[in-house]
DNA sequence: TGAAACAGTACCGTTTTAGTCCTAATATTA
DNA sequence: TAATATTAGGACTAAAACGGTACTGTTTCA
């Protein structure tokens, strides 16, 4: 299994695809330029317009068109809308740690704490804009991180 | 839907609980200890010694101990024998992507590709020798990028 | 008015996951 | 040597999640 859902990489396709074709594009178009199933892709399609991502227009020259600027759409973003929010392990979130029986004795519960900061960090850091033109980079910022390099912010 | 499967959660309870306890553990005394199935927690045991993670030892005082030093044993390499590889997207290996059919004209490919070794690295990096004790991290380094800030990283 | 497109919802089949069960092998101890 | 405690290995099952479809309705445009 990888880690994110296929419905999560075709709703990253679809995005940088009106991304990239500002005009926008119907279901169909973007179907069969993929070769995804057009209910499918429609389904996809709905979820990013009714969670503000995308804008719709219906009738015969209707289609979907991207609502935000890319580099302002983050991947955990996406991940929310289309499944859930990302949890490392069963106990990630604070509502679960507070039902988790062993966490009073738990030897990693600290540690993978920490990692599940890690990559939501990298999740929240990472933006549809920089998926569409990736050498214009994180440059000289990681995480939150200051780097070494001074390098100007992507 | 966690990334990491239930399984693995209990694979790196175990493997630090007898990173603590270095003299070992009985498969039913972890499983008391942390109330899961006997059945179940001898499977993971199971499959962690056979892939060299710990020594087993049959008989009436017998049980599992850590075998490698926790410090070598890296997160990913505990999820290759637990469940698989990591893959952040269905085309995220080298063979999946051979067959990508819509690779060609993928707008997102590099992009998802630098995105699936950010999160590798971490996977990577991060030991079980870290998780036991997070204070004593990756001091100054992170990635592999040098930080300005000594704070740390936590 | 009819066709093209989105909207919403319910549904199904397959796969994966979590977890169980059973039998055999091995080591200890009395 | 016999009883017992433990791991070894593998087959098996039930339930949930995922991927994908179908259907019905609504809006827009020509």
Redesign the pocket.
Same mark, same amino acid.
């Given at each position: 299994?990888?880690f994110f @859902?296929? /419905?999560?990489d075709?709703a990253l396709l679809v995005l940088s695809h009106l991304g990239k074709n500002q005009q926008g @594009? @119907?279901?169909?178009e973007i179907s069969t330029r993929y070769a995804?199933?057009?209910?499918?892709v429609?389904?996809i399609? /709905?979820t990013l317009?009714?969670h503000g991502f995308l804008e @719709?227009?219906?009738?015969?020259?209707?289609?979907?068109v991207l609502k935000r600027k890319p580099e302002s759409v983050s991947l955990a973003e996406v991940m929310n809308a289309i499944?859930e929010p990302f949890s490392l392990m069963e106990c990630s979130t604070e509502t679960d740690t507070l039902r988790c029986s062993i966490k009073p004795f738990c030897t990693i519960h600290t540690g993978m704490a920490e990692v599940h900061e890690k990559i939501k960090g990298i999740l929240q850091s990472v933006t549809l804009g920089e998926i569409l033109s990736p050498e214009s980079k994180t440059g000289g910022r990681f995480l939150g991180l200051e780097l070494v390099s001074s390098d100007q912010v992507e």
């Open positions: 299994m990888s @859902s296929r /419905k999560m075709y @594009s @119907s279901a169909r995804i199933s057009r209910p499918f429609a389904n399609l /709905k317009c009714h @719709s227009h219906r009738g015969v020259h209707g289609g979907y499944d």
